[in-house]
């Protein structure tokens, strides 16, 4: 029904509105970021992805003309960054590091997060490379005296990892299956703790990213294997696992997601701005450092690899025994 008193300078108020209203995320977009923005790791201060998120973290801030700072919450198999994503605003302002884990957890146990329906996934950047060390006094000096050590005295040789479920830990249980040994797993919360505990003789190993390299570079520990599907350039003349004949092979690739239900443009726009921080040369030193390669996926790409890892990790876990009870 026509309503008399609602005039054409009415209607043009209205109508000039709601077009604000509609024009709220663009508007929005513009000014961002207007506030800092807070990227998750969820390891420990002082570790190798600590490390090369902060390069990232720094370089992003350049891109979008504003700052990231990083925020540390370790534990829980590096899981923690992805419950904090749950509950965030879409609004670019709470990002966190995605590692393997957020994939393969959820078929472990009980989690507050659903890895296809809760994240956007914005860029995958980079990957890890892992081993196993031992401190450089230790009488295992190869993978071959691991084993035969393991044989004759079953679940007693030791070693840490970043935490249950993750990679570093799972590898090796993998490894250990293949090779017919059972050992004694002790988790940490990330690669800190764990060069503590091995150079302190708490555990006879570790397994986890290159945050070891400068203890292996000094000569107070001894690299026995990477995980890779090829031998690194910084340590040639360590074998893999894989060429050792145990058919274990992790890169382990990791990005930067946000919480669901974020603009495109929004997405589109931080993907663009972490796609440039793989020319920072600060950003390639630090990945050098780690023996970290680029692994750049766009947000369509990381997407569709979370939903392909997601079920490649239901069937590794299933395979080691390992799924949570129905």
């Known amino acids: 029904m026509n309503n008399p008193r609602f005039s054409r300078r009415d209607f043009l108020r209205?109508?000039?509105?709601?077009?604000?209203?509609?024009?709220?995320?663009?508007?929005?977009?513009?000014?961002?970021?207007?506030?800092?923005?807070?990227?998750?790791?969820?390891?420990?201060?002082?570790?190798?992805?600590?490390?090369?998120?902060?390069a990232f973290a720094e370089s992003l801030g350049k891109q979008l003309g504003g700052t990231v700072l990083i925020e540390n919450k370790p534990g829980a198999g590096g899981i923690l960054g992805a419950q904090e994503l749950v509950n965030a605003k879409p609004d670019g302002y709470t990002l966190s590091q995605i590692p393997l884990g957020v994939f393969r957890l959820p078929?472990?146990?009980?989690?507050?997060?659903?890895?296809?329906?809760?994240?956007?996934?914005?860029?995958?950047?980079?990957?890890?490379t892992f081993?196993?060390?031992?401190?450089?006094?230790?009488?295992?000096?190869?993978?071959?005296?691991?084993?035969?050590?393991?044989?004759?005295?079953?679940?007693?040789?030791?070693y840490g990892s970043t935490g249950t479920g993750t990679t570093p830990h799972l590898a090796v249980e993998q490894f250990a299956k293949r090779a017919g040994i059972k050992l004694l797993h002790?988790?940490?919360?990330?690669?800190?703790?764990?060069?503590?505990?091995?150079?302190?003789?708490?555990?006879?190993?570790?397994s986890d990213a290159t945050?070891?390299?400068?203890?292996?570079?000094?000569?107070r520990m001894r690299l026995l294997a990477t995980y890779g599907s090829k031998r690194t350039k910084r340590w040639p003349n360590v074998p893999t696992l894989q060429e050792?004949?145990?058919?274990?092979?992790?890169?382990?690739?990791?990005?930067?997601?946000?919480?669901?239900?974020?603009?495109?443009a929004l997405t589109r726009r931080l993907n663009d701005a972490l796609r440039k921080t793989l020319d920072d040369p600060a950003v390639l030193a630090t990945l050098e450092k780690f023996d970290q390669s680029v692994i750049y996926l766009d947000s369509e790409g990381y997407t569709k690899f979370a939903r392909e890892t997601y079920q490649a990790e239901k069937e590794?876990?299933?395979?080691?025994?390992?799924?949570?009870p129905a």
């Not at 078929?107 to 890890?128: E, N, R, S, W």
């Open 107 to 128: 078929h472990m146990q009980k989690v507050t997060f659903d890895p296809l329906k809760d994240f956007t996934y914005i860029a995958c950047l980079t990957g890890y």
């Open 244 to 264: 050792l004949g145990y058919a274990t092979v992790s890169d382990s690739p990791f990005g930067v997601a946000g919480p669901k239900g974020m603009d495109p």
């Open 211 to 219: 945050g070891w390299g400068p203890n292996v570079d000094a000569g």
């Open 186 to 206: 002790v988790p940490y919360k990330g690669n800190a703790d764990g060069m503590t505990a091995v150079l302190g003789g708490h555990v006879m190993s570790h």
């Open 131 to 158: 081993g196993l060390v031992v401190r450089a006094d230790s009488p295992i000096t190869s993978i071959k005296d691991l084993v035969d050590y393991a044989k004759a005295n079953p679940g007693k040789f030791s």
């Open 14 to 54: 209205t109508t000039a509105a709601a077009g604000a209203v509609l024009a709220l995320p663009a508007i929005a977009q513009q000014g961002y970021p207007n506030r800092p923005i807070r990227l998750i790791c969820p390891w420990p201060a002082g570790g190798s992805t600590d490390a090369v998120m902060r």
């Open 316 to 324: 590794t876990i299933e395979s080691l025994g390992l799924s949570k």
